[in-house]
């Protein structure tokens, strides 16, 4: 992929521009990148919302759960994501901040074997976890998101930084706090910005917590261990089942390792300790 006059090129992306929008960004902005999840059933219908002029919201990206792409409004172009938002001293992040929105319903209710989702599209199990969310204290039934679309939006994010001067990438959740839940304890948020704003001290591998012994349960259905604390690392033992209790080793980077009948990294999120 690629950025050509403010548009992203290549991956299949489509562009169908939203009459949502403002005007240009001020001059070194975009600084921030604000990850949203669509809370709804389909990529196609968040962007047909987004670009219905009744709605007055829109973003810049829709990522789909198949990879797919769609930008609705050019990068030098203020959308209307952030909506009453502060965060660092700043107020309305619209004017600040590229808004990408990532096909996925949200939170469900768990009925009887399944999950459903507040517009009442049931789920099955292996596309839900059960985490907690960084402003909240209990657990909730959260919406998988695919690998495509976590490989996605980080290549996008790595692609904005080398053209714009991004040193931000922030949930909507930490500029609307108690206003917005999204994207939610099931996106590695903490992950993806700690290795593309922070490669140089994730190489060197500093830990979080250096000396971390205390036991963990998943709560995720299936929780994949791999031999480093990455996405792209690979698979050192079966997934670890939903309930499974574990030994935290240490910490790095929103990821735990953790000691079963083998030892590898997990991330953090579905681990309740």
Request: hydrophobic share 35%.
């Amino acid at each position: 992929m690629k950025i050509q006059n403010h548009v992203l090129k290549g991956n299949g992306t489509k562009f169908q521009e939203s009459p949502n929008h403002g005007g240009k960004f001020s001059a070194d902005l975009p600084d921030t990148i604000i990850i949203h999840y669509t809370a709804g059933s389909s990529a196609n219908s968040a962007v047909k919302h987004l670009c219905d002029p009744r709605s007055k919201a829109s973003a810049h990206l829709v990522v789909g759960r198949d990879g797919s792409v769609a930008q609705l409004v050019p990068f030098d172009t203020i959308a209307w994501h952030a909506g009453r938002s502060t965060y660092g001293g700043r107020v309305g992040f619209n004017k600040y901040a590229i808004g990408i929105e990532i096909d996925n319903a949200g939170t469900f209710k768990k009925s009887g074997a399944g999950f459903v989702a507040w517009f009442g599209t049931a789920y099955p199990e292996e596309e839900v976890i059960e985490a907690v969310h960084r402003n909240e204290s209990s657990p909730a039934y959260w919406h998988k998101y695919t690998e495509k679309q976590i490989n996605l939006v980080y290549d996008i994010c790595s692609e904005l930084i080398e053209t714009y001067p991004i040193s931000l990438i922030l949930g909507h959740e930490e500029i609307a706090p108690g206003r917005k839940r999204d994207p939610g304890p099931a996106f590695p948020l903490d992950s993806l910005r700690d290795r593309l704003l922070h490669r140089d001290r994730s190489d060197e591998g500093a830990l979080e917590s250096p000396d971390i012994k205390k036991a963990g349960l998943v709560t995720a259905s299936k929780l994949n261990i791999r031999s480093s604390p990455a996405f792209d690392a690979i698979t050192v033992a079966p997934p670890l089942p939903k309930g499974a209790l574990v030994n935290i080793i240490q910490e790095r980077g929103g990821w735990y390792e953790v000691d079963v009948t083998t030892q590898g990294w997990v991330k953090k999120e579905y681990i309740r300790t």
